[in-house]
């Protein structure tokens, strides 16, 4: 029995909860050969350090990460996602908000900052497309989930884009450590700027694996970041929209507010391969 | 919609209060969609860059740009409008957290103006004196989302039939009174629990009869009878003024609250507002309801509703 939480301090949970269903029951009828033991998955809301510590992987939910940030702080949980993530090292997967506090580090954070869990040697832009009115849908080619059992099963899985829902999203504008994976330098055509490779060598950690980049939004970008676009961020250069580095996984958008789960069941695979 | 008249009206049909008809799904996804992170969460009525503030650091989701909060509203009388564009610039610059302003019930254009601005929400609200007594705004051509008020389900369906992308309950605005919210947050349930019945028993049919009998349109009728909920994000509105009646209203099941005046016309806002956050995240956890209710110092003196004459309520504008 594999035990995942969702943080359900605020936000989005709910979606998510209902999606991991739906991707647990895909996998009980599936009849994939990589499944060779059954796995059965038991999923929880997470408010409390004792129901963390129940858990063998955890998602946190797109929402503000702000509100996130203090109320697990007046909950007690900050430092105990901090051991989660980073010390026991168990699977993690943050949407939106929780890429956010997956990250090292934020920039246009509120005044006086905010508290982060950090575990992505990343440095995420929050509200990077601008207001809500700049928000959007748009399909994503995603090359990750070829390394999904929905593959094994159904090829047109793979091949057919991501709707990904993009919500006052934040983009990571910078990556924190040179222990980058380098077949992913280019995805989908779009090519990263340098600037955003540039290296700033941390504590060799997991190597950093860029999965998504969004392309073509750079003129919105020029007019969400006051004083131009950020720093990092060249004319031409894609967005990263998804990353992982070890087991901890980060995205910008919102799988849980579409009715395709395949990044769901791809998570759950992951999950139950870092547990075996 | 698009702020840009002369290219809408080039292709797009007749523009209906001003607006052109260019919604898509992907768009109705993307403003429910940011309602649905809001879940959970506490909005607060602000009304400049320094209550917004302690709003954001007591952990808001969001808050509401207003120039003067209802319980001033109610008791300076007069023609309440939208709020001076220069103030909710100021609110946008302060935090970093989504700002939703009101408009006044039919008043298209105040809409326009919020659109412009960038508000992240605009709430067409009962609060402010109405400015249409037959339409309300026709919300599903702007690109900015709605919140509107209701007190049972044909209203919410009938807002929501108009683009609305979040639904709150009307509640009585400015009394700290949670009386209203928790009757209109029961009616909600109840015709909800209606419309499940008639489905179960009657199908198709039965949902078209009480569709006539509530006025709304049959389709989402149905939707809401099969979810066993409202289609979007529903949040308390109206009242609250303390962690225990946040609680109260999520363990009805509201999605989040509204905090109008309970927080700064309260004795000590910033510990109010952490408060009810808490509150609203731990709102089956008793003892944590305990400790966050202990201590808070005054809560706003308020009006009992039932003291109020039916002229003096604001619920009864909209329709």
């Not at chain 2, 009805?252 to 910033?270: E, M, N, P, R």
Request: aromatic residues 4%; hydrophobic residues 45%; proline residues 5%.
């Amino acid at each position: 029995m594999v035990t995942v939480g969702v943080l359900a301090l605020q936000g989005g949970f709910s979606e998510h909860l209902s999606s991991l269903r739906k991707a647990a029951d895909y996998f009980t009828e599936s009849q994939s050969p990589i499944f060779t033991t059954r796995t059965s998955f038991r999923f929880i809301e997470v408010r409390t350090p004792e129901q963390l510590a129940s858990c063998d992987a955890l998602v946190i939910p797109g929402g503000e990460s702000t509100t996130l940030s203090l109320v697990a702080a007046q909950s007690g949980l900050i430092e105990p996602l901090r051991e989660f993530v980073k010390v026991s090292k168990k699977p993690t997967w943050g949407t939106c908000a929780g890429l956010i506090l997956l990250s090292e580090e934020a920039s246009a954070t509120k005044r006086g900052g905010q508290e982060l869990i950090g575990g992505l040697d990343v440095k995420v832009h929050r509200n990077h497309f601008g207001r809500q009115i700049e928000s959007f849908v748009t399909d994503l080619e995603l090359p990750f989930l070829s390394q999904s059992p929905n593959s094994e099963t159904n090829e047109t899985n793979t091949a057919t884009p991501f709707p990904a829902v993009f919500i006052r999203a934040p983009v990571v504008d910078q990556l924190l450590t040179d222990n980058v994976e380098p077949t992913h330098g280019e995805l989908n055509g779009a090519s990263l700027s340098k600037a955003v490779l540039e290296s700033k060598p941390k504590a060799a950690r997991e190597k950093v694996e860029v999965l998504a980049i969004l392309a073509g939004r750079h003129a919105s970008n020029k007019k969400a970041a006051p004083g131009g676009a950020p720093p990092g961020a060249l004319e031409g250069a894609g967005d990263i929209v998804a990353l992982r580095q070890g087991n901890v996984f980060g995205m910008s958008f919102h799988p849980e507010l579409t009715d395709d789960i395949r990044i769901h069941v791809w998570w759950l695979h992951q999950v139950t391969k870092a547990l075996a | 919609m698009t702020n840009d008249i002369s290219s809408a009206a080039a292709a797009a049909p007749a523009p209906v209060n001003g607006t052109t008809a260019a919604s898509q799904t992907s768009s109705f996804t993307v403003k429910a969609g940011l309602a649905q992170m809001l879940k959970g969460g506490v909005i607060m009525d602000v009304t400049d860059a320094a209550q917004a503030r302690i709003a954001e650091d007591a952990g808001a989701c969001a808050v509401m740009a207003l120039e003067r909060v209802p319980a001033d509203i109610r008791a300076e009388g007069g023609v309440a409008r939208m709020s001076d564009p220069g103030k909710i610039k100021e609110i946008q610059e302060a935090v970093t957290i989504p700002v939703m302003a009101k408009a006044r019930i039919g008043h298209f254009v105040e809409c326009q103006i919020l659109e412009a601005l960038g508000v992240d929400y605009i709430d067409e609200s009962e609060v402010l004196t109405p400015a249409d007594d037959a339409y309300h705004v026709e919300k599903a051509g702007f690109s900015v989302p709605f919140v509107c008020g209701c007190r049972n389900l044909p209203e919410a369906l009938r807002r929501i039939a108009e683009g609305a992308a979040m639904i709150r309950t009307k509640g009585e605005a400015g009394t700290g009174d949670v009386v209203e919210a928790v009757k209109h947050m029961r009616t909600v349930n109840s015709d909800i629990a209606r419309a499940k019945a008639a489905l179960q028993e009657g199908g198709d049919l039965a949902i078209r009869a009480l569709a006539r009998e509530f006025g709304v349109d049959a389709a989402l009728l149905k939707q809401t009878a099969e979810l066993g909920r409202l289609p979007v994000v529903n949040f308390a509105a109206g009242g609250v003024a303390t962690p225990a009646d946040a609680a109260l209203m999520m363990q009805l099941g509201c999605d989040g609250v509204f905090v109008g005046s309970g927080i700064f016309k309260s004795g000590d806002a910033a510990k109010r507002a952490k408060a009810i956050v808490r509150a609203t995240t731990h709102y089956r956890d008793a003892k944590v309801l305990a400790e966050c209710s202990e201590g808070l110092g005054e809560a706003m003196v308020g009006i009992s509703v039932s003291s109020m004459k039916p002229e003096q309520k604001l619920a009864g504008r909209g329709w």
